[in-house]
């Protein structure tokens, strides 16, 4: 590595334009989010920055604490079935040979690189009343009914538009996010130790449970902030899958720039969820240096 | 414990419990996909029962002008991201890699940020910046893309330069140096010697920045004007309104984009990182 004033003018050359550009459009509309947020509207189209709090005081009020509450929770359920549905599939991939590894991860990235908004809909698709789901469940009733069950006839469920909506949604699209980092610290665990667990008696799951859980913590907690984090922030799922009042943070913060015309206190509420983001993320980088180099990359 | 013995204790991936999970999470991930792919085949509006095979939803796509001008603007929106996301890209993770300076920390943890921060609060700023130096909303079709474009290379090319700079990690310092000692110059070196070693890097950061750009709706949303319509953002209000063989037709044909663009960034990658990972 070289200092840069050995070689200004090479330096400057590829220095300068990411700099500029990312200063110019990314620090610089983070900023002005970050001025607004102590905003107040005045008049139809002006927003005065006046250093008021007010625009964080208006996050306190039960309503809107519902919805934040709700956003943590609902994140926090996906997140937990999410580690749950994960962490036998990253046990698997860390004992399969390399070939069948290769191919399971590929498999669990394939969907990650689809369209988000596909996905929700191929949900969608899925899930509505007159869906596959609902389809299936009615042919099997006209079965039953034909045998002379008296069931009468079939009302079919309405899977869309509520929380659990979201909290499948949210799970489906974040899946992949809880993979990857159990795999790379199931991937590091010394097997020794297992198959030490084995020999002295211990039954597969007492060893998943007392051997490889405590020591894939570190991964384990990398999976649940790196899942967490989106899943919070969503702003689809919760759009397309949830009814019309089951808000997240996200769809709430939109609602305040193309409906209600609040920006001051919508960008207040796009600074509160990213200081929660880089709040986990800074708590994400503690675990990985507790426990060695444990990444998604 | 000793009911299958034919198994050795540590191949977990033989176990058929094991095996059964994975098929349900795979179906999980899959089924809603495929499901959607097969009936946008489907000879029937209805879009539930299998009534034969067809192409016409997606010549439906294709003669329906505000579709097929949506896929057009996002297929421009992805390749303009794509150029210049990669000429940011490179350079960032050539200077991080090659120079120390002054704040080099602070840069090199903010361009983490574009992919850290909720795609929301980008998309507010955004929405809020072009506000603000009043970027005007009426220009001629392909310059009023441009906001677009610019949310887009700002997101993108923090990813293009983790990849290539996870490329320069294996370059060998001793080569840039015979160069220059061989009499090239700083720029020839540059061009001669390390972009060919980044090359694998910089296609597959490309293609990501191409995938990325195709996908986003949530900043596309905030950053267009009201008269520019992408893609995503014309499926949006699509999916909002009804599910349709149509909307199939077009969504698969973006899914077998991505699957290109994905396959290719793979071969090229397939050198360098993910065999240091596995």
Known sequence: MQNWFENKRFFWATMLAPTVWFLAFFVAPMALVWAYSFGENAGPVNIAITGTFGNYAKAFRPEILQVLSDSVVLALIATLICLVLAFPVAIAMTFADDKTKSWLLLLIMLPFWTNLLIRTYALIAMMRTEGFINFTFAFFHNIAVSLGFNLGDYVPMELLYNKSAIVIGLVYVHLPFMVLPLYAALDKLDRSLIEASLDLGAGHLTTMWKIVVPLALPGIAAGLVITFIPAMGAYLTPDLLGGPNDLMIATLIERQFKRANDWPFGSALSFILMYVTLIFFALRTFFEARGGKVSAH | MSKKPQRAPLEYSKSFRLRAWIFGVLLFLYAPLLILIAFSFNDSKRNIVWKGFTFKWYVKV???????????????????????????????AFVLWRFKF?????LESGLNLPIV????CMGVGVLMFFNKIHWPNDLPWPISLSQIIIAHITF?????????????????????AAALDLGASQWRAFTDVIVPHMTPGLIAGALLAFTLSL?????????????????????????????????????TIIIVLTLIATAVAMKFQDTSPNKENA
């Open chain 2, 62 to 92: 294709f003669e329906n002008d505000a579709l097929r001008e949506a896929l057009f603007n996002s297929l421009i929106i992805a390749v303009l991201c794509t150029i210049f996301s990669v000429i940011l890209g490179a350079l960032a």
């Open chain 2, 102 to 106: 002054p704040m080099k920390g602070l």
């Open chain 2, 117 to 120: 921060v909720p795609e929301i």
């Open chain 2, 156 to 176: 993108s090319f923090p990813f293009v330069a983790v990849v290539v700079r996870a490329r320069l990690e294996s370059f060998n310092k001793e080569l840039e």
């Open chain 2, 215 to 251: 996908d986003d709706f949530v900043i596309t949303f905030f950053a267009s004007g009201p008269g520019t319509i992408t893609f995503p953002i014309k499926v949006y209000s699509m999916v909002r309104f009804s599910v349709t063989p149509e909307v199939n037709a077009a969504s």
